[in-house]
């Protein structure tokens, strides 16, 4: 079935580096827009990145931009996102979302820490 | 920059009908189309509403969405009331640089 996972939370300390990673399965990846989407503990859920079908075109969230990268790997169906000079407002569990007319296939998510 | 504002919380009785608001601020709710997300506590969120008024499928037609220029707001409107239908809904959109945009939730109760 039509699936996302993410994986590559943990515990990282203020300034740390983390990679994410989102498995997909059951679709044509390559053909599909993907996006990360967090949310912190007890609040909202804010857009965090875009990547076209291609890899060709990427947006991101002010709140992260120069810090985190997102990428695919089409060949091996995954999304990642490479998140650098990590801050304690970026703990949040982190999702990873399928993009068609809207976001119509999410993961479970995986959470980040950010805490000394 | 846009933003969506949402109420902080709802509630209504099980077989009402409820509405949640989500008003467009330094910007047309209308440029762009609204989607509305509903979260189940512990779950990932799940769509109920898109392009403004469309459910996907699986979705029951006691969901509907809509748009008011002249408030500049979108509404999701839930009827029937199930306590299922307690949860967070987002509705989200999109500012003019085509970023993506979402409210800051409101939290449904049925009671």
């Known amino acids: 079935q039509v699936q996302l996972v993410e994986s590559g939370g943990h515990l990282v300390k203020p300034g740390g580096s983390l990679r994410l990673s989102c498995a997909a399965s059951?679709?044509?990846?390559?053909?599909?827009?993907m996006t990360w989407i967090r949310q912190a503990p007890g609040k909202g859920l804010e857009w965090v990145s875009y990547?076209?079908?291609?890899?060709?075109?990427?947006y991101y969230a002010d709140s992260v931009k120069g810090r985190f990268t997102i990428s695919r790997d089409n060949a091996k169906n995954s999304l990642h996102l490479q998140m650098n000079s990590l801050r304690a407002e970026d703990t949040a569990v982190y999702y990873c979302a399928r993009e068609g007319k809207y976001m119509d296939v999410w993961g479970k998510g995986t959470t980040v820490t950010v805490s000394s | 920059n846009f933003m969506l504002t949402q109420p902080h919380s709802v509630s209504e009785s099980p077989g009402k009908t409820v509405t949640i608001s989500c008003t467009g601020r330094?910007?047309?709710?209308?440029?762009?189309?609204v989607q509305w997300y509903q979260q189940r506590p512990g779950s990932a969120p799940t769509a109920v509403i898109y392009e403004d008024n469309q459910r996907p499928s699986g979705v029951p037609d006691r969901f509907s969405g809509s748009i008011d220029s002249s408030s500049n707001s979108a509404s999701l409107t839930i009827s029937g009331l199930k306590t299922e239908d307690e949860a967070d809904y987002y509705c989200?959109?999109?500012?003019?640089?085509?970023?993506?945009?979402f409210g800051g939730g409101t939290k449904l109760t049925v009671l």
């Open positions: 990547i076209s079908s291609s890899g060709s075109t990427i």
């Open positions: 989200q959109s999109y500012d003019r640089n085509i970023l993506w945009v």
């Open positions: 330094s910007g047309s709710i209308a440029s762009n189309y």
């Open positions: 059951g679709f044509t990846f390559s053909d599909y827009y």
